[in-house]
């Protein structure tokens, strides 16, 4: 956006001469879909137009880029949590991605805080561990995938008596 002011004078020369000009450069380049369409991002991923900025030497300037960043598709999904004998839980699980540990953590129903997480002694479905929770509880599993460098949480599963 460009902003400049127009002084009126009694001084002829001095009308129509067009003084502090300033371009807001926040506004410029890449319009977010405010023209009415659809825009492409362009070619070299530079959000505003390519030229000689002017900047404070001591100041910020921001560029604006794209980057292109990969999604990642990898699900956990506990399918079912069964208690099998005391307060030993077998967990019941899916997944589409490889992992070298995985782990679960438990958390009674009324609490928004999550306990230490145990590690389970193998890696695939089903997974056994000792809940020490009584009653009702949530529990959830997690893993850390490589391929894509993120932890990979599964959905909250509900257990209750």
Do not use: H
């Not at 020369?13 to 492409?40: F, H, M, R, S, W």
């Not at 000792?130 to 959905?155: D, H, M, P």
């Amino acid at each position: 956006m460009r902003q400049e002011v127009e002084y009126t004078t009694s001084d002829e020369d001095d009308n129509g001469v067009l003084q502090l000009a300033e371009t807001v450069l926040c506004l410029k380049g890449y319009g977010y879909g405010v023209e009415g369409e659809n825009p492409q991002p362009p070619n070299n991923k530079i959000l505003i137009p390519i030229q000689d900025y002017k900047v404070n030497r001591n100041g910020v300037f921001n560029v604006p880029i794209l980057i292109d960043e990969p999604t990642d598709a990898s699900e956990l999904v506990i399918t079912d949590v069964v208690n099998t004998s005391g307060s030993t839980f077998e967990y019941t699980f899916t997944e589409n991605f490889t992992y070298l540990t995985l782990q679960a953590q438990v958390r009674a129903t009324s609490l928004d805080v999550w306990g230490t997480p145990t590690t389970f002694s193998g890696l695939t479905s089903p997974q056994s561990r000792i809940v020490s929770l009584g009653g009702s509880f949530q529990t959830r599993i997690f893993a850390y995938n490589e391929a894509t460098g993120n932890v990979i949480y599964s959905n909250i599963f509900d257990y209750s008596l």
